[in-house]
């Protein structure tokens, strides 16, 4: 019996230390939109980093049952529209336009290698 409350108690402190490395990375990608000087597509309107932020955020508010990693948050808040399935896009300056899914998995990968 002590055995398997034992294993209980470390995965819970590992699921505590999980969501709390997964909300960090979903906070910096919400920074990274907010301060973007690029602007973010969404159903053929652009918008700038505070507003996408604030439309993001929404999203990852109702989606959050369904969010378990920071790829979940991407998938689920910041990819494409549920209403009419077009993708988001990022238009930066001298850039060519690239899919936001593309932009902030870019962006997590280079947060996750600074944080070696």
């Not at 490395?21 to 505070?50: A, K, W």
């Not at 989606?63 to 930066?92: L, V």
Request: hydrophobic residues 35%.
């Amino acid at each position: 019996m002590k055995f398997g409350y034992i294993l209980l108690m470390i995965a819970s402190v590992f699921s505590i230390k999980s969501y709390a490395f997964t909300q960090d990375e979903i906070n910096h990608l919400l920074t990274f939109v907010s301060t973007t000087s690029c602007t973010y597509e969404r159903n053929g309107t652009r918008h700038n980093g505070q507003e996408a932020m604030a439309h993001i955020k929404k999203k990852y508010e109702y989606y959050a049952d369904d969010i378990h990693s920071t790829e979940d948050f991407i998938k689920y808040s910041a990819t494409k529209s549920k209403m009419s399935g077009k993708h988001y896009k990022i238009h930066c300056e001298g850039k060519p336009e690239i899919k936001s899914k593309q932009w902030l998995l870019a962006e997590l990968a280079a947060y996750r290698a600074s944080k070696k």
